[in-house]
């Protein structure tokens, strides 16, 4: 058995574990082109900048910012429902980021592997169960909660000291959860820029997360 550095993994979803977020990026332009071109790129510029926050945070920033409307409930529903009818087998058939799989498949039995996504939760628990993922993950949580809330939970729930957590995310909201709640980060580079902080390990893709995960032999 190996002796790991860290009791529990988070992953991120979109972008982390699966090649998703153009898709994303793509739907949330589409559900706005009818207000034009220009409010289209602010739509997907928006969005690229806060990967990793609730669909809905998002809706009422540009219901209420870009298009100076008046952001209800209902008009987040509805802009939910179109948007998973745009997504959801598209991110259901993406493939895996690279290298992800494979560690999903050398390590869900010896390290306890969480999801925590911007993602609501039933959707995300679906798109997980038709990728055949349910077995890598002892849960997998999503929105409304953030993924500071997220991560508290899952250190109350399985009583794990922070610092013994490692997240995983591609998204500056997934460093901030990682950061409030106390555990150590790993960022994916494609959705990440070393700018944030010079210290954070940014990796590629998951090929060399392995790396670092076991404990240093002295």
């Not at 809905?56 to 998973?84: A, P």
């Not at 993406?94 to 306890?112: R, S």
């Not at 939760?121 to 169960?129: D, N, T």
Request: some cysteine.
């Amino acid at each position: 058995m190996p002796h790991f550095r860290y009791d529990a993994i988070v992953f991120d979803f979109d972008g982390t574990l699966v090649e998703s977020n153009e898709v994303k990026a793509w739907a949330f332009g589409k559900l706005y082109e009818k207000y034009g071109d220009a409010i289209v790129q602010q739509v997907i510029a928006y969005h690229r900048e806060h990967e990793g926050i609730s669909r809905f945070v998002k809706f009422r920033y540009w219901h209420e910012h870009l298009l100076h409307q008046t952001y209800t409930d209902e008009i987040g529903e509805n802009l939910s429902q179109s948007y998973s009818e745009l997504v959801l087998d598209a991110i259901i058939q993406a493939p895996y980021v690279e290298g992800a799989l494979e560690f999903l498949e050398n390590h869900h039995q010896h390290l306890p592997l969480f999801v925590a996504s911007g993602t609501p939760e039933p959707e995300l628990r679906e798109i997980i169960a038709c990728r055949s993922m349910n077995r890598f993950f002892q849960g997998a949580y999503g929105s409304p909660a953030t993924k500071a809330q997220i991560l508290q939970r899952i250190l109350s729930e399985h009583q794990l000291r922070p610092e013994s957590v490692l997240m995983v995310g591609d998204s500056l909201a997934d460093w901030e959860g990682a950061k409030r709640a106390g555990t150590a980060f790993i960022g994916i580079q494609t959705g990440m820029s070393s700018s944030i902080s010079s210290d954070i390990i940014l990796l590629r893709n998951l090929t060399l997360l392995k790396e670092h995960l076991f404990q240093d032999l002295v």
